[in-house]
């Protein structure tokens, strides 16, 4: 139970827990069935943390579940799968982001977003969100991930993007209605206008070189200092940091 991801920097090839999240992995194969995620930026690349994607838009506020395609708005989200046996131990981990929801059992829900991680043992990560598989293939595109150039909110100035998806095993039949295109899908306006510098672009600074320097060290402590709106279909800013790290929160 696996799914071949095309991204702008190589592929991941990502194993499903199709037993221990059942509801959660159809939801994330018959997205990538239907080529939901064609398109969609990692908008959201924390350094030796994560980085998150999920949303075709980009703006980290926007998705919807495969049971709110088939089934309307009020199935946008769905219960939260998330067991206690799995565990954020190891780079690679893929998880579903969460946000609190008190009206039901599990007390959080899920759309299309998720997130990997870019490092080993995230223990407080466990728990609180769905982790659902694992990379078992690419890990070197989570290298270069984790070395993206991002902005103060954690959006890569050059896009990486998820280009094609393809079902390498599905052990779910499609749901009624389930509609698949032929062909993958052109980029919508909106994707088109969001886009950055390309990934087969270059990036080139002039100035100084003792201010480019000094200018890269700014860049990178900031980085270090800060973790804004992640991991979520908004308002899904419900990750928690270890204490002993400063973290600035970005507030809607």
Do not use: W
């Not at 139970?1 to 090839?13: A, F, H, K, N, Y």
């Not at 759309?111 to 080993?120: E, K, P, V, Y």
């Not at 984790?146 to 100035?157: L, S, V």
């Amino acid at each position: 139970m696996s799914v071949l991801i095309e991204t702008s920097l190589g592929d991941l090839v990502i194993d499903l827990y199709t037993e221990e999240c059942p509801k959660t992995t159809l939801n994330f194969l018959k997205l990538c069935k239907i080529k939901y995620y064609n398109f969609s930026p990692f908008f959201n690349v924390q350094k030796d943390f994560m980085a998150q994607t999920g949303d075709p838009t980009g703006k980290g506020d926007q998705g919807e579940s495969i049971y709110g395609i088939l089934n309307g708005p009020s199935q946008r989200y769905f219960p939260a799968e998330i067991n206690p046996k799995l565990k954020h131990k190891k780079k690679g981990m893929v998880s579903m982001a969460v946000a609190a929801d008190a009206s039901i059992e599990s007390g959080g829900v899920s759309g299309s977003q998720f997130f990997i991680t870019l490092a080993d043992d995230l223990d407080y990560l466990d728990g609180k969100y769905t982790l659902f598989g694992e990379v078992a293939e690419g890990f070197e595109v989570l290298d270069k991930m984790n070395e993206a150039f991002c902005d103060e909110k954690g959006r890569p100035y050059r896009d990486i993007r998820i280009k094609h998806t393809v079902i390498l095993d599905d052990p779910f039949p499609d749901p009624e209605g389930l509609q698949v295109p032929d062909e993958s899908p052109l980029p919508t306006k909106e994707q088109m206008e969001s886009m950055r510098i390309a990934d087969d672009e270059d990036i080139e600074e002039v100035g100084d070189p003792e201010e480019i320097e000094k200018k890269a060290r700014e860049r990178e402590a900031k980085a270090h200092a800060l973790t804004l709106e992640m991991i979520g279909d908004l308002p899904f800013a419900e990750v928690k940091p270890p204490e002993n790290v400063l973290f600035v929160c970005k507030l809607n």
